[in-house]
């Protein structure tokens, strides 16, 4: 199991220990002889599901442990996250040993106490009902036939990659330690697919793009999530961008994938939502779009909420290369393929920097963040973006999902060396993922020794759901800057004043707490006071937060979702929302 999962990239597991996952905590790892894999704690597991998502989005594959039943259900939210954004989990859990299945119920099992039947399949039941593979290993079944139990681990983790979804595997505690038909493993990764590409036609849709962009005078480059986690297939394409001067934007759910600082780079754009100065231009001057590894279905959020103000959805002059075969293999070879041609280079401009109020659309605008402007979430991005221009070093930021979410999408983000450097849960697959997936990345740019910066964006409803995890970066001395944007609620889709929606209280002192956890941390007001101290906390080692007060009114929300806000009044019906949206959209 520790040459598998290292085979695949893992270098740590994060878990939680148990009374059936003993067995393997002791034997994965790292011995006295620097044999095996770091365990890294969590503070539930739940968390640690968490953080192997972070994984899997940095490193290309996540890996969790859990003892059984009891600590492995809760990792099904977790899980549920990895589905929805297809991401590469390994949820590793112990289990009773082979013998003791039988018709006596052992704790950790769901068993009511009148039941003739002991369960001990709900958990693997569970993450199945995911849409997961799972499997429960199995040992020597007769004396004298081989134990495959090692090469049924090997096929479940591979089944994984190739096909970028979590699996759940449980490990009997008494074969831990059993003997296995030994594997022997590939040579590279790419030897457990089936080698090239193996479906026909790139000579046509080559020959099909070299057409269009034949005709066009302003083509673009449109690319979608399942990019992610192909890093030659990244390549191949900026390369062909760079090459031929064709500007490209990205889907939301792709941001942070790229750098948008760089020329050619016009953004994520998501229609009517799009805040970025590159969405004048993708819809009134491109003439022919190149969509790449975008989602097969239509998925409302990032067509613009379904509002039908998405140019490049309704786009008639476009080629679509959603990628069919394993790891993108076919969109590699079409890539290869156009990066041999004679194409002469497109001339394109960047568009001017103008500020976003031209791009609001009458909305309630974000002005420039001035000093003396009290900071909120409505110019909280501008100020963000003012301070990454000024700062060489890059910002990953990691937004928990709610307002800071939604605010998130109009940062401009620079290129991360971890890949990423915008960082959520996008389908809202779980709620609680920010300081999670920020121990991850602060993890991984201490370990790099690279000049970034984990950046937490998280309203007090998040931050009180998930403030355990901040006892790991005090135990791994990781460095975080966490933007606490305080208003005492949850706001995002509130729709009364009952206690359910109030997830704070006015005398909670969150100074006292980071003090706690020997972070640095203080109440900010104004745009200058903001700015004064994000930019001292980025000098600091350890946990820095900056308190912003934030006040739950429209004239305070961000455009983005001032828009979707607008957007679902109208919906409704409601007459002078109905005026509005008409006025902004015809």
């Known amino acids: 199991m520790s040459d598998v999962i290292r085979f695949f990239g893992g270098q740590y597991i994060y878990g939680?220990?148990?009374?059936?996952?003993?067995?393997?905590?002791?034997?994965?790892?790292?011995?006295?002889?620097?044999?095996?894999?770091?365990?890294?704690?969590?503070?539930?597991?739940?968390?640690?599901?968490?953080?192997?998502?972070?994984?899997?989005?940095?490193?290309?594959?996540?890996?969790?442990?859990?003892?059984?039943?009891?600590?492995?259900?809760?990792?099904?939210?977790?899980?549920?996250l990895a589905v929805t954004e297809g991401l590469p989990v390994v949820f590793i859990s112990g289990a009773p040993a082979e013998s003791e299945v039988n018709q006596v119920a052992i704790h950790h099992t769901i068993h009511p106490n009148a039941s003739w039947k002991a369960e001990y399949d709900n958990a693997l039941e569970a993450f199945s009902a995911l849409g997961m593979r799972v499997e429960r290993l199995q040992g020597q079944r007769v004396e004298g036939h081989p134990n495959l139990a090692g090469q049924r681990f090997y096929q479940i983790v591979s089944e994984a990659y190739k096909n970028k979804q979590p699996v759940f595997i449980e490990v009997p505690r008494d074969q831990v330690f059993a003997k296995t038909q030994p594997i022997k493993l590939p040579s590279t990764l790419d030897d457990i697919c089936c080698g090239s590409n193996i479906l026909a036609g790139t000579e046509l849709i080559v020959d099909n793009i070299l057409d269009k962009l034949a005709q066009a005078k302003a083509p673009m480059l449109y690319l979608g999530d399942?990019?992610?986690?192909?890093?030659?297939?990244?390549?191949?394409?900026?390369?062909?961008?760079?090459?031929?001067?064709?500007?490209?934007?990205?889907?939301?759910?792709?941001?942070?994938?790229?750098?948008?600082?760089?020329?050619?780079?016009?953004?994520?754009y998501n229609g009517i939502f799009t805040q970025t100065t590159g969405r004048e231009y993708i819809e009134q001057q491109v003439?022919?779009?190149?969509?790449?590894?975008t989602s097969i279905f239509p998925q409302d959020s990032n067509i613009a909420f379904g509002t039908g103000t998405h140019k490049i959805e309704r786009f008639d002059n476009k080629t679509l290369l959603k990628?069919?075969?394993?790891?993108?293999?076919?969109?590699?070879?079409?890539?290869?393929?156009?990066?041999?041609?004679?194409?002469?280079?497109?001339?394109?401009?960047?568009?001017?920097?103008?500020?976003?109020?031209?791009?609001?659309?009458?909305l309630e605008s974000n002005e420039l963040a001035r000093g003396d402007d009290d900071i909120d979430f409505n110019n909280l991005a501008q100020t963000l973006n003012d301070l990454q221009a000024q700062d060489a070093s890059t910002y990953v930021y990691l937004p928990e999902v709610g307002n800071s979410y939604f605010a998130s999408y109009s940062l401009k983000v620079r290129q991360s060396i971890l890949g990423r450097s915008w960082l959520t849960n996008p389908w809202y697959g779980a709620m609680g993922t920010a300081l999670p997936y920020a121990r991850v990345v602060a993890q991984r740019?201490?370990?790099?020794?690279?000049?970034?910066?984990?950046?937490?964006?998280?309203?007090?409803?998040?931050?009180?759901?998930?403030?355990?995890?901040?006892?790991?970066?005090l135990k791994d001395k990781s460095d975080v800057t966490i933007v606490y944007m305080r208003n005492n609620v949850f706001h995002l889709g509130k729709s009364g004043d009952g206690a359910i929606y109030h997830c704070n209280d006015s005398e909670f002192d969150v100074h006292s707490l980071v003090k706690a956890y020997q972070g640095d941390s203080k109440t900010c007001t104004s745009v200058g006071e903001f700015k004064a101290y994000f930019k001292a906390c980025?000098?600091?080692?350890?946990?820095?937060?900056?308190?912003?007060?934030?006040?739950?009114i429209e004239a305070r929300q961000s455009n983005e979702l001032k828009l979707l806000n607008l957007y679902i009044k109208s919906q409704n019906g409601q007459a002078e929302a109905v005026k509005a949206w008409q006025a902004l959209t015809q």
Request: charged residues 15%; contains cysteine; proline residues 4%.
């Open 16 to 80: 939680v220990g148990g009374d059936f996952a003993a067995n393997l905590i002791a034997a994965l790892s790292v011995n006295e002889h620097g044999e095996g894999i770091q365990i890294n704690p969590s503070s539930n597991e739940m968390h640690a599901g968490f953080s192997a998502c972070a994984q899997a989005e940095v490193d290309g594959m996540g890996f969790c442990l859990t003892t059984y039943m009891v600590g492995s259900l809760p990792c099904t939210s977790a899980a549920a």
């Open 226 to 268: 399942r990019l992610k986690h192909n890093e030659k297939l990244k390549h191949l394409i900026i390369s062909f961008a760079d090459k031929f001067n064709i500007p490209y934007a990205t889907t939301w759910f792709a941001k942070g994938l790229f750098d948008e600082y760089a020329p050619l780079c016009l953004g994520a």
């Open 445 to 473: 740019i201490k370990s790099q020794q690279i000049a970034e910066r984990a950046v937490v964006i998280i309203g007090d409803g998040g931050f009180h759901f998930q403030l355990n995890e901040l006892i790991h970066f």
């Open 287 to 293: 003439d022919y779009v190149i969509d790449i590894a």
């Open 538 to 552: 980025s000098q600091q080692t350890g946990i820095s937060l900056i308190e912003v007060p934030a006040k739950p």
């Open 323 to 362: 990628g069919g075969s394993l790891l993108e293999k076919d969109l590699i070879a079409i890539f290869e393929r156009l990066m041999e041609q004679n194409i002469s280079p497109f001339e394109f401009t960047a568009p001017s920097q103008r500020g976003l109020t031209a791009l609001s659309l009458q």
